[in-house]
């Protein structure tokens, strides 16, 4: 299948494993490097952890969003940008859970009729352009919800993207609740 891939200009990809065992390799690979961790690698991956949390959990419950992802994530991939560890108690729990939901899925529900893109694409216009307002609102909250969260962070005291937060959104505290 690597022979149906192309760079740019139609190139044929190079150096690509041969077979599954050889992607494996080299996955592990790549994945045991060490790496220096960045100011800017630990703000994109706190900004995908955030942002998920923020769309998908209420209020007093980002924290369990937070959880999950680092629960799923790999440990070196935590390492390389200085995100901690999810508690021991979620690594064990998330994982089984969500398991759990999506073999309860697979074995027991009824395959879906149609895909949930095209669900989305039949819905009526008014509910698509209510679902957009919706989903634009969050976009819109997020940054100030970011910032509050990371531009105090000690962590990275003098560096230049956290000032950078500091001078381009309006901060807004953090509120009780919303811990990761």
């Given amino acids: 299948m690597a022979k149906l891939f192309v760079a740019e200009g139609g190139v044929p990809l190079h150096g690509y494993p041969k077979d599954w065992d050889g992607l494996v390799a080299f996955c592990r690979d790549f994945e045991s490097r060490e790496r220096s961790v960045t100011e800017r690698g630990n703000l994109i991956v706190n900004a995908l952890f955030d942002q998920f949390s923020y769309r998908y959990f209420p209020p007093g419950l980002r924290w369990l969003g937070h959880q999950m992802l680092r629960s799923m994530a790999l440990p070196s991939t935590l390492k390389a940008h200085g995100i901690p560890p999810a508690h021991p108690l979620a690594q064990v729990l998330i994982p089984r859970s969500l398991g759990c939901v999506a073999w309860i899925a697979k074995t027991l529900l009824p395959d879906p009729r149609i895909s949930y893109m095209e669900q989305r694409s039949s819905m009526p216009a008014e509910n698509r352009k209510k679902l957009r307002n919706r989903i634009n609102v969050l976009d819109e909250q997020f940054p100030s919800y970011f910032i509050g969260r990371h531009a ?26 919303e811990g990761s």
Avoid at 159 to 167: D, I, N, R
């Fill in 152 to 177: 105090e962070d000690q962590a990275w005291a003098g560096c230049p993207y956290h000032a950078a937060l500091k001078c381009t959104w309006t901060i807004r505290p953090r509120r009780s609740g």
